[in-house]
């Protein structure tokens, strides 16, 4: 079978080096002249419309939920970029408390902001996430992604997945922050947000946060309410919830800073004040540069929203708050032994927002953007769907938000690309693609190993290119539980319920009203699971790790890059860069590596390195390499053979027609970057090495200069060691050589 994880490796001669972020980042800036800067404050601003809340707005205080639309961005992923799309924005109504503050001294809120007091009710505890670009994102790839996110302890810290806070860290959290209990059994939930199938144009995901009782409310040090905030999920290939926010999260704090005021004051007991909508630019790169007469401009990067054939953008729908009503009350009843309940949200308990909106404004490193307005601005279109109207003519295509401005004083006035000065090098300036980051990692023991996992671990590979690593728990025993002194009795009465929810909610019920317009976006198909025989109900897949899939690349010269296929998912017709190249360097070979394998580099002087492809980063298509292995002078790559389970022998073929079997365990691992060992020895009579590849009982074609092809079985070739000639494999007319080995595949 082909191996689930792949990814791409290239092999180039020249200088040798395997390619970094660093090194990319550095080629971005030190492009065109010398006064050209680059910088990340390129656009802020917020797109944003706001929502009527019911007239009962107490009542309608349990949910809320809308349909976002789903789109690239941007082009290609681009390093220091983060715009969030609408998202929610959910705290607990305090508004009772008129001057005590609900952050605790000590905490980050408290410490850190006072302008948020005296009650520092909206940073005290928070429901936020949904779709965007995050400056943490790990692995990205296109399309935005879609998290869940809160702040449980007035911004002290963030829980973004079951295991994980909010992409800021690589490791897990600590078990005593854990806080989302993974409820499907059908869907990953892997730390670097969920990824969408190929490149949505528009699509709409829903997204509702629920406050359902899993559990009664439990009085004591401290009490708990049984609000459990439990995120549903509206896609084509996937509905229902997926996931909620523990209670305990929320009525922990007041007893860990010994803060009595505060118990029975956070989201597991007080009604949810819910807002939220705006589509907010926080970090988007830019170049500057000034002409001849001294006038300075500013390229950004090309953000793009697709555009109907009336020249609007839809951007969302469908706002709408829920009472206990809509899903609360009948959830409660079933778990008390009542009628079952399908899940999906009763419409006498839901109250569909109307929206309004104004004209956005926009700055650039504090300085006013104006023009912007001409070319599109907001709006609420006819069935209260909010987006944006498109003034430049744009119809069934992408609208593009500006990208050249020319500083006026205080104000930044877009200008046509054809106004920008050639001089000012800034249309040829490249924004630096983003590379991925380093995996997200668990601790296996702790919560994590005890009680542990009953199945596992799997392996699947998402759009992103990265692979997320996963195990099946029984659900109350997975680790966002083990913090709690629960009773063998809660623990089994939960676990029961959830088994009934398992068994009673498909994925393919309509729980959100379906939207009013518009098509469902689609989530990445390697999210979806199916459980082992025997664990259909009570049990729930944990994602342990995400790491980026393996690829490697070298050059002849000695250097080498891994990236990601996912990097070639849109080739031109006239072909993309796969590798950046130095000068006198030439990409001479690729291989696809499934992140586990060992490579080994061959030179044309007979020396080889071996080295795991881990000891290279993941990088950027776009990327140079890092070094790979030092080389003598004149010398120069040949090749480089993939190593796994498959390879048992390397072998090397000389110019002048020798050739030799050497066994993969003769090349002792080292470390990327060394001078190597020798491969073979190479002499006048058998001429330098010119081929290598990895073989078992294969069959090899041998072509010559001359255009002779013969055909050789490998296992005829004595296995030899390292340090030797080998044998004739075959005979050469005076002046011929040979210039290329393969394997023959058979049809």
Avoid at 558 to 564: F, Y
Avoid at 609 to 629: H, L, N, Q, Y
Avoid at 703 to 732: D, H, M, Y
């Amino acid at each position: 079978m082909r191996p689930s994880r792949i990814a791409l490796v290239a092999v180039f001669i020249g200088p040798l080096i395997l390619a970094g972020p660093g090194l990319l980042a550095k080629a971005g800036q030190d492009a065109g002249p010398s006064q050209v800067s680059s910088n990340d404050r390129g656009l802020h601003g917020y797109i944003s419309f706001t929502a009527d809340r019911p007239p009962a707005r107490s009542e309608f205080s349990a949910g809320m939920g809308f349909y976002s639309a789903v789109w690239p961005l941007v082009g290609e992923p681009i390093s220091h970029f983060q715009i969030g799309l609408p998202s929610a924005w959910i705290t607990p109504d305090n508004s009772d408390n008129k001057d005590t503050p609900l952050a605790p001294v000590g905490t980050y809120a408290r410490d850190n902001w006072p302008g948020r007091g005296p009650t520092y009710k909206d940073v005290f505890q928070t429901v936020e996430g949904g779709l965007g670009y995050w400056a943490g994102n790990h692995f990205r790839y296109g399309p935005p992604k879609f998290s869940m996110n809160a702040t449980p302890q007035c911004y002290d810290y963030e829980v973004g997945s079951p295991g994980w806070s909010f992409f800021y860290d690589n490791e897990a959290l600590p078990d005593e922050r854990l806080g989302i209990a993974q409820l499907s059994n059908r869907l990953l939930i892997p730390p670097d947000a969920l990824p969408f199938q190929g490149d949505p144009n528009g699509e709409f995901l829903g997204y509702a946060y629920m406050a359902l009782p899993f559990t009664e409310p439990v009085a004591g040090e401290p009490p708990t309410g049984d609000q459990a905030w439990t995120c549903f999920l509206s896609a084509a290939n996937f509905k229902g919830p997926i996931a909620y926010y523990i209670p305990e999260t929320w009525s922990k704090i007041g007893k860990l800073f010994n803060y009595p005021f505060i118990y029975g004051r956070g989201l597991d007991s007080r009604p949810g004040v819910m807002g939220g909508g705006a589509m907010e630019i926080n970090t988007v790169p830019a170049f500057e540069s000034r002409d001849a007469k001294g006038v300075a401009y500013t390229k950004l990067a090309d953000l793009r929203f697709p555009v109907d054939g009336q020249g609007r953008t839809l951007l969302v729908q469908d706002v709408t708050y829920y009472s206990k009503g809509a899903l609360y009350d009948a959830f409660k009843a079933w778990r008390d032994g009542g009628p079952v309940c399908s899940g999906a949200f009763n419409a006498k308990g839901a109250w569909r927002s109307t929206l309004k909106t104004e004209t956005t404004r926009f700055d650039q490193g504090g300085k006013v953007i104006s023009g912007v307005e001409k070319v599109f601005d907001t709006r609420i279109f006819d069935g209260n769907v909010w987006g944006l109207e498109w003034f430049d003519g744009t119809r069934n295509a992408m609208g593009h938000f500006p990208m050249y401005f020319r500083h006026a004083g205080d104000e930044r006035v877009v200008v046509p690309s054809k106004a920008v000065p050639a001089e000012t090098r800034l249309h040829d300036q490249k924004f630096e693609r983003a590379v991925p980051g380093a995996p997200y990692t668990w601790p296996a023991g702790g919560a994590w190993g005890r009680p542990g996992p009953v199945k596992g671990p799997y392996r699947i590979r998402l759009a992103d290119g990265s692979i997320v690593t996963y195990s099946w728990y029984r659900f109350v025993d997975q680790p966002s539980f083990q913090q709690y002194a629960w009773s063998a009795e809660k623990k089994a009465k939960v676990q029961a319920f959830v088994e009934k929810i398992h068994a009673a909610w498909p994925i393919n019920r309509d729980y959100m009203a379906p939207p009013r317009f518009g098509k469902l976006a689609t989530l990445d198909p390697a999210l979806l699971v199916t459980p082992p025989k025997g664990l259909e109900k009570g049990y729930v897949p944990i994602v342990t790790r995400q790491e980026a899939a393996g690829g490697v690349s070298a050059v002849a010269g000695a250097a080498g890059r891994r990236a990601g296929i996912s990097e070639f998912r849109n080739v031109r017709r006239g072909g993309i860069i796969a590798m950046s190249l130095r000068p006198k360097s030439q990409l001479i070979w690729s291989r696809l590596t499934d992140g586990k394998r060992e490579i080994i580099i061959a030179t044309r002087l007979g020396k080889a390195i071996r080295f795991s492809e881990k000891d290279i980063r993941p990088m950027g298509r776009t990327a140079a390499g890092v070094r790979g292995m030092s080389l003598a002078k004149k010398d120069e790559v040949i090749g480089m053979v993939s190593i796994g389970e498959r390879e048992k022998y390397v072998f090397t073929a000389s110019e002048k027609g020798y050739g030799k079997r050497t066994e993969v365990d003769s090349y002792r691992k080292t470390h990327r970057g060394g001078k190597g060992l020798i491969n073979l020895k190479v002499t006048p009579k058998i001429g330098p090495a010119v081929a290598v590849l990895g073989v078992t009982e294969d069959d090899l074609l041998i072509v010559t200069a001359s255009g002779k092809v013969i055909r050789i079985q490998t296992k005829q070739v004595r296995a030899s060691g390292r340090a030797t000639q080998g044998v004739r494999l075959i005979n050469l007319e005076n002046g011929d050589k040979i210039c290329s080995v393969a394997k023959a595949e058979e049809s």
